[in-house]
Structure formats: C-alpha cells, structure tokens
T-cell receptor, first 114, second 115 residues
C-alpha cells in the first residue's frame, strides 16, 4: 500500500539554527513528492516538489528538500530557521493507483523559538 | 491570477440545515479537488473534477455530500442535513494536469461549524 509518514508530530528549533522536518514514503511507481506549509486558518501553500533530477530540491522561503531513494525519504530542510517559519508542514506523494491524486502525511508542527 | 478563491470563509449553521460552499479555481486549471481537514490532521480527499466531469469520489463520503462543476470553472460543494461531525475546514484546490506534474494550489478554505 502506498503511504507517507511524518514521524514527528512536532519539531522545536531555536531561531537561527538549521531545521529538518522528516518524511518517508512508500509508493508503487516513481516517487513524485511534495512539501506544503499551512499557517493558521489558511490553506496549504506549495513549497517544493521532487519529480526527477537532482536529489536536492530548492523551494520557496529558503526551504530545500533532500530526496534519498535508498532510504525512501524526502526530508525538508532550512539552514537558518526564522520565527515566521512556525507552521504546520505536510509531505505528500503522488498516488499512482488513484488517478494521480496525492497521499498526505499527517503533518508536523514546526515551532521556532526566538 | 488571483489564486484559488473560496466562499464563504466561515459558515455557522444549526444541525440539520443544508450548506453550500463555492470554489473558484485558478482560471486555466482543469482539475479541481475538494478536501476536508480537521484540526491537526492532513487533508482528507473528498472528490475531484477534470473539467466538468466528476471523476472520483471518496468511498467514505456520505451521500449527503454532493459537488458540481457545471461549466468546468467554479465548483460548489453541498452538504445536506448537516451533522456535528461535518464540522471541519473544507479546502478546494486546483491544478493543471497534463503538464509535468504541476502542484495543487489551495484556497484558504471554508470553516464549517455545526451548532
């Protein structure tokens, strides 16, 4: 069965420190992976995607993600966290069994402390 | 391009009433999705349209829920005889399929509260 796992419900990071939000996946076809961010009372905003090519993908707001095929992971990273990065982050993978819909992780709450 | 627009942003209604939400997708997008999200959870797929055709509907979706996209542009989601468990954020997203895995773009949602 295809799935996405975000093993951490919450990640706490001090402002200025690097941050990592973890995501692992299981899919039957090629892994097309996405990260979205959600601020309170807002919809989800697209951050970045991996389809093919370089394993390090750069996205919006200084975020990047590293695709690791052997570990089936797609961790979200940022070299220096900002308080404004505090939000809910969702990883998603394209579902090859269901007309290319997305399978969503449960989300990770990122808290950046000043 | 003004993004995906959803109306209303908030809806409070009594149990048993019918409610209808509207979504205006990004104009050139041919796919439109409806999701439901409860607090602290990821989006739960409800249904999606390719142009005006409703191609898939979640098996978990009650028959009290119906969605339309009559001209392949805006869409409406109706919930009949609302129940307490329908309280949630209803999200709409659109995408341009057929063009290299473009991401889904979301509106800010309609928050439904059932009294």
């Amino acid at each position: 069965a295809q799935s996405v796992a975000q093993p951490e419900d919450q990640v706490n990071v001090a402002e200025g420190n690097p941050l990592t939000v973890k995501c692992t996946y299981s899919v039957s076809g090629n892994p097309y992976l996405f990260w979205y961010v959600q601020y309170p009372n807002r919809g989800l905003q697209f951050l970045l995607k991996y389809i093919t090519g370089d394993n390090l993908v750069k996205g919006s707001y200084g975020f990047e993600a590293e695709f690791n095929k052997s570990q089936t992971s797609f961790h979200l990273k940022k070299p220096s966290a900002l308080v404004s990065d505090s939000a809910l982050y969702f990883c998603a993978v394209r579902d090859w069994d269901s007309n290319y819909q997305l399978i969503w992780g449960a989300g990770t709450k990122l808290i950046i402390k000043p | 391009d003004t993004g995906v627009s959803q109306n209303p942003r908030h809806k409070i209604t009594k149990r048993g009433q019918n409610v209808t939400f509207r979504c205006d997708p990004i104009s050139e997008h041919n796919r439109l999705y409806w999701y439901r999200q409860t607090l602290g959870q990821g989006p739960e797929f409800l249904t999606y349209f390719q142009n005006e055709a409703q191609l898939e509907k979640s098996r978990l979706l009650s028959d009290r829920f119906s969605a339309e996209r009559p001209k392949g542009s805006f869409s409406t989601l109706e919930i009949q005889r609302t129940e307490q468990g329908d309280s949630a954020m209803y999200l709409c997203a659109s995408s341009l399929e057929g063009v290299s895995n473009q991401p889904q773009h979301f509106g800010d949602g309609t928050r439904l509260s059932i009294l």
